[in-house]
């Protein structure tokens, strides 16, 4: 029998934890799929893909072919139509593409009591703000702030808000800090912010929410305020590959799996 096979892609990629998370989920699953790592820029993903012969599964996307992976499936969940971001390739009759990243954070949020939100800031406005912005939507959000270093570049942001029905603004990082419920900063990892911006953020951010987490604390979070949760984004990383396995075993990132606890519980040992 053909192995079947599965991968995370991007450049670079030897840091990736995908490949420790999934073989964790499969071996409670019971599933002799191998899952490996490759690194694929840009302009190589377009052959890459091409060449996968019927043994593959599925693909797990990280940067910089999100997007690329989105203009590549034929056919697309909700989230992905949303952010214009695949991160979850699904290798069938035609190519499916998800975008897991969004009911990451939403369950990652739950799993902190963080739902029934009201007014969030998002801290960037880059690929992830998009996800980031579906997410807060998804846990209830009717206010959402932008700050990025060029609020211009939130147009788009602004656009997914009306959308949503969630009203979007955007300032510079340097302006009038307002009280909100939480604050999801999407910045890359070891980003440090001028010390008075991080020090406004934190003390009217609510609870920081940061997809940053190596290193743990990130520069956002060592300045946050005492007694403020902070969540490292950990939490985002093994639910997003949760649902990715959904995608995989059932076509679906709604269906639990089987056991799910037991496989959540494998997956974070190994984190």
Same mark, same amino acid.
């Given at each position: 029998?053909?192995?079947?096979?599965?991968?995370?892609?991007?450049?670079?990629?030897?840091?990736?934890?995908?490949?420790?998370?999934?073989?964790?989920?499969?071996?409670?699953?019971?599933?002799?799929?191998?899952?490996?790592?490759?690194?694929?820029?840009?302009?190589?993903? !377009?052959?890459?893909?091409?060449?996968?012969?019927?043994?593959?599964?599925?693909?797990?996307?990280?940067?910089?072919?999100?997007?690329?992976?989105?203009?590549?499936?034929?056919?697309?969940?909700?989230?992905?139509?949303? +952010?214009?971001?695949?991160?979850?390739?699904?290798?069938?009759?035609?190519?499916?593409?998800?975008? +897991?990243?969004?009911?990451?954070?939403?369950?990652?949020?739950?799993?902190?009591?963080?739902?029934?939100?009201?007014?969030?800031?998002? !801290?960037?406005?880059?690929?992830?703000?998009?996800?980031?912005?579906?997410?807060?939507? &998804?846990?209830?959000?009717?206010?959402?702030?932008?700050?990025?270093?060029?609020?211009?570049?939130?147009?788009?942001?602004? &656009?997914?808000g009306e959308r949503l029905g969630v009203r979007v603004t955007a300032a510079p990082f340097d302006g009038t800090v307002d009280s909100?419920?939480?604050?999801?900063? +999407?910045?890359?990892s070891g980003t440090a912010l001028e010390e008075s911006v991080a020090a406004g953020l934190g003390d009217a951010g609510g609870a920081?929410?940061?997809?940053?987490?190596?290193?743990?604390?990130?520069?956002?979070?060592?300045?946050?305020?005492?007694?403020?949760?902070?969540?490292?984004?950990?939490?985002?990383?093994?639910?997003?590959?949760?649902?990715?396995?959904?995608?995989?075993?059932?076509?679906?990132? +709604?269906?639990?799996?089987?056991? &799910?606890?037991?496989?959540?519980?494998?997956?974070?040992?190994?984190?």
């Amino acid at each position: 029998m053909m192995p079947r096979q599965l991968a995370v892609w991007g450049d670079p990629i030897a840091h990736s934890k995908s490949p420790r998370l999934h073989a964790a989920a499969y071996g409670v699953l019971g599933l002799d799929w191998d899952y490996s790592r490759r690194q694929v820029d840009e302009a190589g993903f !377009v052959d890459a893909l091409a060449g996968l012969d019927r043994s593959w599964i599925g693909l797990s996307l990280t940067m910089p072919l999100k997007e690329r992976a989105h203009r590549a499936a034929e056919v697309r969940d909700r989230y992905a139509d949303l +952010t214009g971001a695949v991160n979850t390739l699904l290798l069938s009759d035609r190519i499916h593409g998800f975008n +897991t990243d969004v009911g990451g954070i939403v369950d990652a949020l739950a799993e902190h009591g963080l739902d029934g939100l009201g007014r969030v800031r998002i !801290v960037g406005a880059g690929a992830t703000a998009s996800s980031a912005l579906v997410a807060a939507a &998804e846990s209830g959000a009717d206010t959402v702030e932008v700050r990025a270093r060029r609020p211009d570049r939130a147009k788009g942001l602004v &656009e997914l808000g009306e959308r949503l029905g969630v009203r979007v603004t955007a300032a510079p990082f340097d302006g009038t800090v307002d009280s909100v419920d939480l604050t999801i900063a +999407t910045l890359p990892s070891g980003t440090a912010l001028e010390e008075s911006v991080a020090a406004g953020l934190g003390d009217a951010g609510g609870a920081l929410f940061d997809v940053a987490y190596a290193p743990w604390p990130s520069a956002l979070a060592s300045r946050w305020s005492d007694g403020r949760p902070t969540i490292s984004g950990q939490g985002m990383l093994l639910h997003q590959a949760v649902r990715q396995i959904r995608v995989f075993l059932h076509g679906d990132q +709604t269906v639990a799996l089987p056991s &799910e606890a037991d496989v959540i519980r494998a997956m974070r040992a190994v984190l």
